[in-house]
């Protein structure tokens, strides 16, 4: 989207808010400083002022029709904290959304997130959804795809070329309380660039998948979705035949509650890496000629109801073919006393990996991955005053791994404390330190303001 | 011109599945567009106050599977792609913007430093941390920054 079209768009999305019966306007503007010493680079201090503003309005005239508004800018108080400038924006969604009476039908129009069958995307352009008779649903959308920037600025044209449009839908069955199965489709770009300087490549997006979830029994779940990469690979000139699976992912989850109290959960995720990244707008890491595999399995058990604490044992194993295996294992703690407005949580957690290849040097050798990791936090909010103390710990096995610049643990803590004078003003401030393996020491600041206006006539407020 | 050729196809079969579709549209009132009661602070469980194995219409899903467990928040992927008008009864799509803008120079964790109850992804340095778990699972970065968010990632990897 052009700079002056956003603008213009902006302004018509802002006035139109203001027609509206029920309104709620939310603003966070922050101020955060931070000196980043860094061996080997010149010191800099860093202060960006961020503001975020949101619109969310209803009663448009048409009582089933809002607006929603999302997007943030910064400026840069001291030196540039971001490659790209010391300022800069972006509109996250703006869009009008229609809702009918009936079927669950909805229509949007601008500016738009989609969360559909595996994809998630940023879209500009139309959606829609409804539930049809026999327990079918439809949704659909179509647009321009939100266009970032790709590693080389030279190939950004061909990029947004050859990506200039998306669409995909979605075809839902409810089985009742059993389940729900899906299959949908989505497509990126209609045709391929042609003057790259690579050869010519379908970088065209086609994605297949199917989703379900699946009750059995009441206390038993599946839920997940498997993606298909269905667009024409590139293989270069003499190289051997592709053989990579046309799956880019497997994932689901089964859960099982044995009481309303403790229930187990296990996962299973597998993703091929050439039709899983296909699509990227980053092929230089997400490389595209990438053979690997991904594994990993886990599971949880939740034990809930021990007075105000809840208790999850976590493990996961992941297999990446390339690399070897790491294992992750532990658990979290959370712990709520709603009368005393007291929240509070941590975790301790263990992670045993395969040692990692040292790029480079004539005769191999390895360095360690394993560590140890906990985390502690508390919040208190007494309603005009609320505080929060949060802290990392991590401990790695192998000091001498040249990523951790001879540093064997890492630690930072942050602590807040806010006040509201008012329900809808809010401000708070953050101190964080910290030391880790970039910078030896580091110290932050951060001012954060948070404000809402409301005129709401019914209903309770998101 | 394929442009186009795939615009008036796309124009040609919604024109032509609207007329089939209306006759198929469900009859079923559309549940309600906010939760009609304020919610307390923390994450609720929705069969606290809705009756355990009741089906949420227009889910066609118990409120159990809304819980907002542990492992919900985990998995909340999966419901979000199915009912996300479910989500969007109580959150707005602010909440989700949190994690999910697509593109923004605020890490999460910063921008809710005062909120150590929400699950963040990247607490502590993960500037550091992320040349570890990349090895291991280099598919845990391509969710968010496979197709977004990566003026930051273009940095190192050029």
Not at chain 2, 26 to 37: D, K, L, N, R, V
Request: proline content about 5%; aromatic content about 8%.
């Amino acid at each position: 989207m052009k700079q002056r079209t956003g603008v213009v768009l902006l302004a018509t999305f802002v006035s139109v808010g203001a027609w509206g019966q029920d309104v709620s306007a939310f603003s966070t503007t922050m101020v955060q400083v931070r000196k980043q010493d860094t061996p080997g680079f010149p010191t800099a201090t860093l202060a960006p002022a961020t503001e975020f503003l949101g619109i969310d309005a209803s009663g448009l005239g048409i009582d089933a029709l809002t607006l929603h508004l999302y997007g943030w800018g910064y400026k840069d108080l001291a030196d540039a904290s971001m490659p790209r400038g010391k300022s800069g924006g972006d509109l996250s969604y703006a869009y009008l959304e229609y809702r009918f009476g009936k079927a669950n039908a909805q229509l949007k129009a601008g500016r738009f997130s989609i969360s559909q069958g595996g994809g998630v995307e940023q879209v500009d352009g139309v959606s829609g959804r409804t539930d049809l008779k026999g327990g079918f649903n439809l949704s659909a959308f179509a647009g321009a795809p939100v266009h970032y920037r790709t590693a080389q600025d030279s190939e950004q044209s061909n990029y947004n070329r050859a990506q200039d449009i998306i669409f995909g839908s979605r075809l839902g069955l409810r089985l009742g309380p059993v389940g729900e199965l899906g299959v949908s489709y989505l497509q990126e770009g209609s045709k391929a660039p042609k003057d790259l300087s690579s050869p010519p490549v379908d970088y065209t997006r086609k994605q297949v998948g199917t989703d379900l979830r699946l009750a059995p029994a009441a206390r038993l779940e599946l839920n997940g979705h498997t993606l298909f990469n269905v667009a024409s690979q590139y293989q270069a000139p003499g190289s051997p035949a592709l053989d990579a699976s046309k799956v880019a992912e497997h994932d689901y989850t089964a859960s099982y509650r044995f009481s309303p109290t403790v229930a187990l959960n296990g996962n299973y995720t597998e993703r091929n890496l050439e039709a899983y990244y296909a699509g990227t707008n980053l092929p230089n890491l997400f490389r595209l000629d990438e053979k690997d595999k991904h594994k990993a399995m886990g599971g949880s058990l939740l034990l809930s109801g021990f007075g105000a604490t809840d208790v999850t044992v976590d493990f996961r194993h992941i297999k990446r073919d390339s690399y070897g295996n790491s294992n992750r294992f532990g658990f979290d703690l959370r712990w709520a006393v709603p009368e005393a407005k007291v929240r509070a949580g941590g975790g301790l957690h263990k992670v045993n990996a395969s040692d990692a290849l040292v790029a480079g040097p004539a005769s191999p050798s390895f360095y360690g991955l394993s560590r140890s990791e906990a985390r502690a936090w508390v919040m208190v909010d007494r309603g005009k005053v609320s505080c929060s103390l949060d802290g990392i710990f991590y401990h790695f096995d192998d000091a001498a791994n040249p990523n951790l610049n001879g540093k064997a643990s890492m630690s930072q803590l942050v602590g807040s404390v806010g006040i509201h004078p008012t329900e809808n003003l809010a401000v708070s401030g953050d101190l964080s330190c910290g030391t880790n393996a970039l910078y030896q020491n580091e110290t932050s600041v951060l001012l954060r303001t948070t404000y809402r206006f409301t005129v709401a006539s019914k209903g309770g407020s998101k | 011109m394929i442009r186009k050729a795939v615009l008036l196809f796309l124009a040609a079969a919604f024109g032509l599945g609207l007329m089939v579709a209306c006759g198929a549209v469900s009859p079923a009132t559309s549940f309600a567009p906010t939760h009609p009661q304020e919610l307390g602070p923390g994450r609720p469980m929705c069969s606290t106050c809705h009756e355990e194995g009741a089906a949420l219409e227009g889910a066609a899903k118990p409120y159990t599977a809304f819980n907002h467990t542990a492992q919900f928040v985990k998995d909340h992927r999966f419901l979000a792609g199915r009912d996300s008008n479910v989500c969007a009864a109580c959150h707005a799509q602010a909440f989700c913007a949190d994690c999910h803008s697509g593109k923004t120079m605020m890490a999460p964790d910063v921008k809710l430093g005062n909120r150590p109850d929400r699950d963040m992804p990247h607490r502590g340095d993960y500037l550091t941390l992320h040349r570890f778990d990349a090895k291991a699972d280099p598919t845990s970065c391509f969710k968010c920054h496979g197709r977004a968010d990566n003026d930051k990632c273009i940095l190192c990897h050029k």
